[in-house]
């Protein structure tokens, strides 16, 4: 099983910077692309950033040139970086990450708690 804990959501003032993190347990967790994505409410869920097993990035295009994500394979997290702030990207962020348990199984979509980011003066 693949257990996704979100962490370093809070209340930043446009312009400013947070650091998100997502750790994860359970094996394989380095062999799959992970994902960050956000949802303000009444609105869709969205994808903001992803990560490949290999560190090859994309971004969606609302955050390029001021989120960043990478990940730490040898301590099972995923970290986003996100600077230069603004009112719109006040959403809850959560960490995604999918796996096949079986040859014969479907892909298993894992998705963390979520933590809230406010961007307001």
């Known amino acids: 099983q693949v257990q996704l804990v979100e962490s370093g959501g809070g209340l930043v003032q446009p312009g400013g910077s947070l650091r998100l993190s997502c750790a994860a347990s359970?094996?394989?967790?380095?062999?799959?692309?992970a994902d960050w994505y956000r949802q303000a409410p009444g609105k869709q869920r969205e994808m903001v950033a992803s990560?490949?097993?290999?560190?090859?990035?994309n971004y969606a295009d609302f955050v390029k040139g001021r989120f960043t994500v990478s990940r730490d394979n040898a301590r099972n997290t995923v970290t986003l970086q996100m600077n230069s702030l603004k009112p719109a990207d006040t959403a809850v962020y959560y960490c995604?990450?999918?796996?096949?348990?079986?040859?014969?199984?479907?892909?298993?979509?894992?998705w963390g708690q979520g933590t809230q980011v406010t961007v307001s003066s």
């Open positions: 359970g094996s394989g967790f380095s062999r799959n692309d």
């Open positions: 990560v490949t097993s290999g560190g090859s990035t």
């Open positions: 995604h990450t999918s796996r096949k348990p079986c040859i014969e199984c479907g892909s298993i979509d894992y």
